[in-house]
């Protein structure tokens, strides 16, 4: 089974503290996402990666960084926390190649809740 | 760019009760579709994909979806929902592209015993 772990289920951050959230995969994949989820706007992609050292924007990166020495390792970094990134946090890995060639689905991670006060 | 809707916010049922769950998606070419489970606390499960050949798709845990494409919709469905189905539900998008998927922003589920 493919297993995705996040580094935390829960943290506590002061605004302006700068945050990691780690998330490691077991399954050799190369792309690996995070997402943030907040309550009304499901699941939103911060950044993607496809391979090591490799990073790709999402649909929301402002705020966060991303980053990705080892293939199995995707860390998110907030560079100075602020009270509007408290939200749920969901990492998920796959295997390259089109969706339809190889009908590879994502794998998620149990998610990291982050309170910013 | 693809774009998914899931009308309901919440739904409630009884136990025992037939369930639809409502997926609309946007996308000009053949999707790609899935339906994700989140249980409260929770990272998602993938309950049944969509990518080609029989519209109807069988998933775990009693789920099924059928793909219409004159409608654009992908909807799930379960003909008896067990307590232990309350949870949030995704309907996701993806082109075949690249393996980027949209997300609907959630259907809660509430079963009443």
């Known amino acids: 089974d493919v297993k995705v772990t996040q580094s935390s289920r829960y943290l506590v951050k002061r605004t302006g503290e700068k945050v990691f959230l780690e998330c490691v995969q077991d399954?050799?994949?190369?792309?690996m996402f995070w997402y943030r989820q907040d309550p009304g706007l499901g699941l939103r992609l911060i950044y993607f990666s496809y391979d090591v050292k490799m990073k790709e924007k999402g649909d929301i990166p402002e705020g966060y960084s991303v980053s990705r020495e080892k293939k199995e390792r995707f860390s998110l970094i907030l560079e100075s926390a602020s009270t509007n990134q408290t939200s749920m946090y969901l990492c998920?890995?796959?295997?390259?190649?089109?969706?339809?060639?190889?009908?590879?689905?994502?794998?998620f991670g149990p998610g990291t809740r982050l309170l910013v006060l | 760019a693809q774009s998914v809707t899931q009308p309901d916010i919440h739904i409630t049922v009884s136990e025992g009760a037939s369930l639809e769950l409502r997926c609309n998606y946007s996308?000009?070419?053949?999707?790609?579709l899935f339906w994700y489970v989140q249980s409260p606390g929770q990272g998602l499960q993938l309950l049944l994909k969509y990518f080609s050949g029989d519209t109807l798709v069988q998933g775990i845990k009693g789920f099924e979806a059928e793909f219409k494409r004159s409608q654009s919709s992908f909807n799930l469905r379960k003909p008896s929902v067990h307590w232990s189905d309350a949870a949030e539900y995704f309907c996701?998008?993806?082109?075949?592209?690249?393996?980027?998927?949209?997300f609907g922003r959630g259907t809660s589920l509430i079963v009443h015993p």
């Open positions: 996308y000009g070419a053949t999707p790609y």
């Open positions: 996701a998008v993806a082109s075949g592209g690249s393996y980027i998927p949209t």
């Open positions: 998920a890995s796959t295997r390259p190649g089109l969706a339809g060639d190889t009908q590879e689905t994502q794998y």
């Open positions: 399954m050799d994949h190369e792309n």
